[in-house]
């Protein structure tokens, strides 16, 4: 069996030109769409690198709008793929703006079928290099340690910790949001170790663990017979910060009389301790954190929006676990040889099923629910290898056990992006099959044959 030519996706409406394309290009798989419903499900179908988009589609075919909305939703979908336009209308003007879109090149008609085939084969080219450095990217990006202790190889996260250091050396205030247990106190400690204040302190207070009567003295101190068991003059955290950070995590649960008083020191830097009468500046960097919508608090009026925007100068998203591909396993490896070490020696690593297992499991708890599952596989694992089991992921796992084989590592992933698209089509068969990009009768032959139901 030859090898498998690579699909060159034609979007044309004009039949003459399908038919002429469709012959012109025997090294290719050309595949044919004619609007903008059959592009996309060809596009999830083939997966192809290259493109040929007419901008004039129906329902406007003397026009570009339909042909722009196509290639907004290839950049969308795929952003690598090459997209070459073609316009019947003189305008350069249209391919141009392609271009700044997302498009790899264009050609003018009339159509040059020598011409437009040099295009598209450089195009493959240079989808082949970028590919191979992505690939060689990610492979040098394994194990990789940012802001000194972070342990990632997404790239969406090696994207916050960028933006991270390149906010570090300043004193702005910086927000992040974020799901519990993703890491937002690391980040926060790595903000502070590349900042000019690493040899400052770094002060950490949770907002929601300490009782509302007690957090404003938490924060900025009181003296001494100030209220019933104030035996001496205490520092609050800012004060205590001095110099360096302060990290407020869950800032959403201070009390709005709280929340004024914070504004004040945030406008005058200065503080003043409960049962104190004297102004003490304080020079402390705010970094802060939660998984709340202040701004829907904000409407509810349970948070000051003066203040979310004194804090908030630098708002940084933090994904979840679940959205950080890859990185489940590789601080799974993490924490398994730190625990391992501390607790039980004997164990060296992890079973092919608890590989599979970290990986397909959603982390509704993140980082921290992680961490908690691997430092108890480790306690209770009996071999040199943690499985499933000691993961105690025995009742959530579809597959066996002893899933060693590629066939059945298939089947596994099936079922997880068969029930992902299931449930974002909220069990629409003939959407669920434009997500996969497979037809109807194929999408029930699998639903059958994994025992799903719609």
Same mark, same amino acid.
């Given at each position: 069996?030859?090898?498998?030519?690579?699909?060159?996706?034609?979007?044309?409406?004009?039949?003459?030109?399908?038919?002429?394309?469709?012959?012109?290009?025997?090294?290719?798989?050309?595949?044919?769409?004619?609007?903008?419903?059959?592009?996309?499900?060809?596009?999830?179908?083939?997966?192809?690198?290259?493109?040929?988009?007419?901008?004039?589609?129906?329902?406007?075919?003397?026009?570009?709008?339909?042909?722009?909305?196509?290639?907004?939703?290839?950049?969308?979908?795929?952003?690598?793929?090459?997209?070459? !336009?073609?316009? &019947?209308?003189?305008?350069?003007?249209?391919?141009?703006?392609?271009?700044?879109?997302?498009? *790899? =090149?264009? *050609?003018?008609?009339?159509?040059?079928?020598?011409?437009?085939?040099?295009?598209?084969?450089?195009?493959?080219?240079?989808?082949?290099?970028?590919?191979?450095?992505?690939?060689?990217?990610?492979?040098?990006?394994?194990?990789?340690?940012?802001?000194?202790?972070?342990?990632? &190889?997404?790239?969406?996260?090696?994207?916050?910790?960028?933006?991270?250091?390149?906010?570090?050396?300043?004193?702005?205030?910086?927000?992040?949001?974020?799901?519990?247990?993703?890491?937002?106190?690391?980040?926060?400690?790595?903000?502070?170790?590349?900042?000019?204040?690493?040899?400052?302190?770094?002060?950490?207070?949770?907002?929601?663990?300490?009782?509302?009567?007690?957090?404003?003295?938490?924060?900025?101190?009181?003296?001494?017979?100030?209220?019933?068991?104030?035996?001496?003059?205490?520092?609050?955290?800012?004060?205590?910060?001095?110099?360096?950070?302060?990290?407020?995590?869950?800032? &959403?649960?201070?009390?709005?009389?709280?929340?004024?008083?914070?504004?004040?020191?945030?406008?005058?830097?200065?503080?003043?301790?409960?049962?104190?009468?004297?102004?003490?500046?304080?020079?402390?960097?705010? !970094?802060?954190?939660?998984?709340?919508?202040?701004?829907?608090?904000? &409407?509810?009026?349970?948070?000051?929006?003066?203040?979310? *925007?004194?804090?908030?100068?630098?708002?940084?998203?933090?994904?979840?676990?679940?959205?950080?591909?890859? =990185?489940?396993?590789?601080?799974?490896?993490?924490?398994?040889?730190?625990?391992?070490?501390?607790?039980?020696?004997?164990?060296?690593?992890?079973?092919?099923?608890?590989?599979?297992?970290?990986?397909?499991?959603?982390?509704?708890?993140?980082?921290?629910?992680?961490?908690?599952?691997?430092?108890?596989?480790?306690?209770?694992?009996?071999?040199?290898?943690?499985?499933?089991?000691?993961?105690?992921?025995?009742?959530?796992?579809?597959?066996?056990?002893?899933?060693?084989?590629?066939?059945?590592?298939?089947?596994?992933?099936?079922?997880?992006?068969?029930?992902?698209?299931?449930?974002?089509?909220?069990?629409?068969?003939?959407?669920?099959?434009?997500?996969?990009?497979?037809?109807?009768?194929?999408? *029930?032959?699998?639903?059958?044959?994994?025992?799903?139901?719609?």
């Amino acid at each position: 069996m030859g090898e498998k030519k690579p699909a060159l996706l034609v979007i044309e409406d004009d039949e003459g030109l399908q038919a002429q394309l469709k012959w012109a290009y025997d090294d290719f798989e050309v595949v044919i769409a004619g609007d903008r419903d059959s592009a996309i499900a060809a596009l999830r179908s083939e997966a192809p690198a290259v493109v040929t988009l007419d901008l004039g589609l129906p329902p406007d075919p003397d026009g570009t709008s339909e042909g722009f909305a196509v290639l907004d939703a290839i950049m969308a979908l795929k952003p690598d793929t090459k997209v070459i !336009v073609a316009s &019947g209308h003189g305008a350069r003007e249209s391919a141009l703006k392609a271009v700044e879109r997302g498009a *790899y =090149d264009f *050609y003018q008609k009339p159509l040059d079928i020598d011409a437009l085939g040099l295009i598209v084969r450089r195009a493959f080219n240079l989808h082949a290099i970028e590919s191979e450095n992505r690939r060689l990217l990610a492979h040098a990006s394994e194990d990789k340690t940012v802001l000194g202790r972070l342990i990632t &190889g997404a790239p969406e996260m090696v994207k916050v910790a960028r933006t991270i250091e390149r906010v570090a050396s300043t004193n702005v205030s910086v927000m992040l949001l974020g799901a519990s247990g993703t890491g937002k106190e690391l980040l926060a400690r790595g903000l502070h170790e590349a900042s000019n204040r690493a040899d400052r302190p770094f002060v950490a207070i949770n907002c929601a663990a300490i009782p509302e009567n007690l957090l404003e003295s938490e924060l900025f101190g009181h003296e001494k017979g100030a209220f019933t068991g104030a035996v001496k003059t205490t520092e609050g955290k800012i004060e205590s910060a001095h110099g360096g950070t302060l990290f407020l995590d869950e800032v &959403g649960d201070i009390p709005l009389p709280l929340q004024v008083k914070l504004l004040r020191f945030l406008q005058e830097r200065t503080i003043e301790r409960i049962g104190g009468r004297k102004q003490i500046a304080v020079d402390t960097r705010i !970094v802060c954190a939660t998984h709340q919508d202040l701004e829907a608090m904000i &409407g509810e009026g349970t948070f000051r929006e003066d203040l979310f *925007y004194r804090l908030a100068e630098i708002v940084i998203r933090i994904p979840t676990l679940a959205e950080r591909h890859g =990185d489940a396993v590789l601080l799974a490896k993490a924490f398994l040889k730190r625990f391992a070490k501390e607790m039980n020696p004997s164990v060296t690593g992890f079973a092919p099923d608890a590989l599979s297992a970290i990986d397909a499991h959603d982390w509704p708890g993140n980082v921290r629910e992680l961490e908690n599952r691997v430092k108890r596989a480790v306690i209770m694992a009996d071999g040199k290898l943690v499985n499933a089991g000691d993961l105690d992921f025995v009742d959530e796992a579809e597959e066996p056990s002893d899933v060693l084989n590629l066939k059945a590592a298939r089947e596994a992933a099936d079922r997880r992006v068969i029930r992902h698209a299931l449930a974002r089509s909220e069990g629409n068969i003939s959407s669920s099959a434009k997500l996969l990009g497979i037809s109807r009768p194929t999408l *029930y032959d699998l639903l059958k044959q994994y025992d799903l139901h719609a």
